[in-house]
């Protein structure tokens, strides 16, 4: 990998995000495995010093490309990224990173969440990648113009033409499409269409986030250590859904009080603790499912001890069983 192997901002080759997934990852993987014969969605394997994994590049049009990512990196190192006017969103699962824009500071970035930012033409972007670590994540970038409509449909006053860089939790529908991009089970054409199909609702989740009220009144006051404590409350939910913590433990794990971690949790996350178990179980569940995992093993590994109740909650999420999802999964062509 070319373009990873120094921090030095002045010694990262930039490479342009205007040229399609051929020629970006000609500038980035040098000699690694590629698979796909559409020049404008490239998939990459490598096994190198600094890592191991695969990214691919889907552009679904000069105005709109994808990165799915999903590696393992053994050294420290960067990527550099022209400006171009881009804006990108960066759905993260998992990643010990950074991203330096200069005069414009640095963001540290660790676990999970979406970060939202701008690169106007002339600002690089230096993304500074921790070594020892998972850099599993979606990103989209998208034309600052051709932004613009997709913004009047999400009843947005539009986001600065400037730089600008914006950090939130996860939307609870983002973590299930971004499962769906990682997990992708077509190859070929219809690969670059189901992306696209994605891409097209993981941006309605950023947008209907961002036209989200950012402080809705409700008499809560949250100091920045609240919110650092329920961060570390919701981590530890990520981390244990399956067999989560009493509240009132939960509570004093973080350093809250009970009621102001419950209600501040619906604050910041706009649902329960609860409910967003449920959510965090039933999206694991469904990748266990598409894995072929029996519906039994599934509801054990995820938290159920019952099928039954596992089930109904299953299709009451998705409209469907989840033995007709693993059936149909099992009985799908392995490349289309």
């Given at each position: 990998?070319?373009a990873?192997?120094?921090?030095?901002?002045?010694?990262?080759?930039?490479?342009?995000l205007?040229?399609n997934?051929?020629a970006?990852?000609?500038?980035?993987?040098?000699?690694?495995?590629?698979?796909?014969?559409?020049?404008?969605?490239?998939?990459?394997?490598?096994?190198?010093?600094?890592?191991?994994g695969?990214?691919?590049?889907i552009?679904?049009?000069?105005?709109?490309?994808?990165?799915?990512?999903?590696?393992?990196?053994?050294?420290?190192?960067?990527?550099?990224?022209?400006?171009?006017?881009?804006?990108?969103f960066?759905?993260?699962?998992?990643?010990?990173?950074?991203?330096?824009f200069?005069?414009?500071?640095r963001y540290?970035?660790?676990?999970?969440e979406?970060r939202?930012?701008?690169?106007?033409?002339?600002l690089?972007?230096l993304?500074?990648?921790?070594?020892?670590?998972?850099?599993?994540?979606?990103?989209?970038?998208?034309?600052?113009?051709a932004?613009?409509?997709?913004?009047?449909?999400?009843?947005l006053?539009?986001?600065?033409?400037?730089?600008?860089?914006?950090r939130?939790?996860?939307?609870?529908?983002?973590?299930?499409?971004v499962?769906?991009l990682?997990h992708m089970?077509?190859?070929?054409?219809?690969?670059?269409?189901?992306?696209g199909?994605?891409?097209?609702?993981?941006?309605?989740t950023a947008?209907?986030?961002?036209?989200?009220?950012?402080?809705?009144?409700?008499?809560?006051?949250?100091?920045?250590?609240?919110?650092?404590?329920?961060?570390?409350a919701?981590?530890?939910?990520?981390?244990?859904?399956?067999?989560?913590?009493?509240v009132?433990?939960?509570?004093?794990?973080?350093?809250?009080?009970?009621?102001?971690?419950s209600?501040g949790?619906?604050?910041?996350?706009?649902?329960?603790?609860?409910d967003?178990?449920?959510?965090?179980?039933?999206?694991?569940?469904?990748?266990?499912?598409?894995?072929?995992?029996?519906?039994?093993?599934?509801?054990?590994?995820?938290?159920?001890?019952?099928v039954?109740?596992?089930?109904?909650?299953?299709r009451?999420?998705?409209?469907?069983?989840?033995?007709?999802?693993?059936?149909?999964?099992c009985?799908?062509?392995?490349?289309?």
């Amino acid at each position: 990998m070319t373009a990873a192997v120094a921090l030095d901002a002045d010694a990262v080759p930039l490479v342009s995000l205007d040229r399609n997934g051929a020629a970006l990852r000609a500038g980035l993987f040098a000699g690694a495995a590629e698979d796909g014969d559409d020049p404008a969605a490239v998939q990459v394997v490598f096994d190198d010093t600094a890592g191991a994994g695969r990214v691919e590049f889907i552009e679904i049009d000069p105005d709109f490309n994808l990165m799915v990512s999903d590696c393992f990196w053994r050294a420290d190192g960067a990527i550099g990224y022209r400006g171009e006017d881009w804006v990108r969103f960066n759905f993260c699962l998992d990643a010990t990173a950074s991203f330096d824009f200069a005069d414009y500071g640095r963001y540290d970035l660790r676990g999970q969440e979406l970060r939202i930012f701008h690169q106007p033409v002339g600002l690089p972007c230096l993304h500074r990648i921790g070594g020892g670590a998972r850099s599993v994540c979606v990103t989209m970038s998208v034309r600052r113009e051709a932004l613009s409509r997709h913004e009047a449909l999400a009843g947005l006053p539009g986001l600065p033409d400037g730089f600008f860089f914006r950090r939130m939790a996860m939307p609870p529908a983002a973590l299930r499409a971004v499962g769906d991009l990682l997990h992708m089970p077509y190859r070929r054409a219809l690969r670059r269409v189901y992306a696209g199909a994605k891409a097209q609702e993981l941006l309605c989740t950023a947008l209907q986030a961002l036209a989200a009220p950012q402080d809705p009144s409700g008499g809560i006051v949250l100091r920045d250590g609240d919110r650092a404590r329920i961060a570390r409350a919701r981590a530890i939910l990520d981390d244990s859904f399956a067999d989560p913590p009493a509240v009132a433990d939960l509570a004093r794990a973080v350093g809250l009080n009970r009621n102001k971690l419950s209600y501040g949790f619906r604050h910041l996350h706009d649902r329960s603790m609860s409910d967003y178990l449920a959510e965090k179980r039933l999206d694991a569940a469904w990748l266990l499912l598409q894995d072929g995992l029996p519906v039994g093993a599934v509801a054990e590994a995820v938290g159920y001890r019952h099928v039954g109740s596992f089930s109904t909650a299953f299709r009451r999420r998705y409209g469907l069983a989840p033995s007709a999802l693993r059936q149909a999964k099992c009985g799908a062509p392995k490349s289309s």
